[in-house]
């Protein structure tokens, strides 16, 4: 076998970085939470009664409160600091000390990678908090496909080190770059 179909078919096992369009389409197939948009965002804005931080950048809210809310319809109870009403309205020494208190009380951090979040300084500082609060089991990076966000992290090499979350026959997987096995997102958000 040719090493261009040893890398296909290795690829094909570990999934594909998800397209943007993968949580707007899930959504408009799998909807059941719009209806209870208020439960929903009371259930995303007090990271003690939430077990996954997202960090992201606030330039890509519409892709983020998508989802956000499709990982709640999988069970998972998000935290985002958009909706944390305990958060100073002006950004502050405080607020840095709050976003680690809530890191620190999530079980899990994921990590939303995309154009604008790679050039975030907060959340390259909240990655590297996760990644000393957190065992390896409980940090991912889920890499929206772009331009900018290859495989090869050029430029945030680092983030090649963290499990990720990939798209592998239309569903959620974690990917270990270690091993180059996959779980599914169920079996992850136990």
């Known amino acids: 076998m040719n090493s261009d179909l040893k890398k296909m078919l290795r690829d094909m096992n570990k999934g ?18 719009n209806n209870d948009t208020e439960a929903f965002l009371e259930a995303t804005s007090h990271a003690l009664s939430c ?19 499709y990982f709640y319809i999988l069970g998972a109870k998000p935290y985002i600091d958009k909706d944390d009403m305990e958060l100073p309205e002006k950004t502050d020494i405080d607020t840095a000390k709050k ?10 951090f994921v990590l939303v990678v995309t154009d604008n979040s790679i050039n975030s300084k907060w959340v390259s500082w909240e990655l590297g908090l996760a990644g000393m609060l957190k065992t390896y ?13 290859s495989e090869r992290f050029i430029g945030n090499e680092y983030f090649g080190i963290y499990k990720q979350i990939r798209v592998r026959d239309g569903e959620l997987v974690i990917y270990n770059p270690e091993n180059e096995k996959t779980t599914s997102i169920n079996e992850w958000l136990k």
């Open 16 to 33: 594909n970085f998800i397209k943007k369009d993968f949580f707007f389409d899930k959504l408009s197939l799998e909807s059941g939470l």
């Open 51 to 69: 077990d996954t931080f997202f960090a992201h950048s606030s330039d890509d809210i519409e892709l983020i409160k998508k989802i956000i809310e």
């Open 137 to 149: 089991e409980n940090v991912a990076i889920l890499p929206i496909e772009s331009i900018k966000v």
């Open 99 to 108: 976003l680690k208190s809530n890191i620190d009380a999530c079980k899990r």
